[in-house]
């Protein structure tokens, strides 16, 4: 799973050295964590999980395609609080090969995610 953070203003911008972290929505249980790290010159960064991962008894007992992760993601900033969460967005039963986060310009430039710190 690819995911890119950009800068919802300037979508071709990418935001660089955001560490984020990647989660499957739950509707009735805890949310799956799914993994964490950092974005990389481009913005982007790689998770690599199995089904099991997200898999659980919500999906109930005849799981299937149709049952995909709901994924969201948080951003973090370089103090490591969470400053932005895509959860009361997420889509539902979608998994894109690229899941691109449009993160808005002002909150980008309050926490210094921008490049440069512009």
């Known amino acids: 799973m690819r995911v890119r953070i950009v800068n919802a203003d ?17 509707w009735q249980s805890a949310d799956d964590f799914l993994g964490k790290g950092v974005t990389d010159a481009k913005g982007e960064i790689i998770f690599e999980f199995d089904e099991k991962a997200y898999q659980d008894a919500e999906d109930g007992p005849a799981w299937r395609v149709e049952a995909l992760p709901d994924l969201y993601v948080k951003v973090y900033d ?23 986060v449009p993160v808005p310009r002002a909150l980008a430039e309050q926490h210094q995610l921008l490049p440069g710190g512009d």
Do not use: C, H, W
Not at 16 to 21: D, G, K, L, Y
């Open 78 to 100: 370089a103090r490591g609080a969470m400053v932005y969460s895509t959860r009361e967005v997420v889509e539902r039963d979608k998994f894109p090969k690229l899941l691109i």
């Open 10 to 26: 300037a979508p071709k911008q990418g935001l660089a050295n955001i560490t984020v972290e990647l989660y499957d929505r739950d």
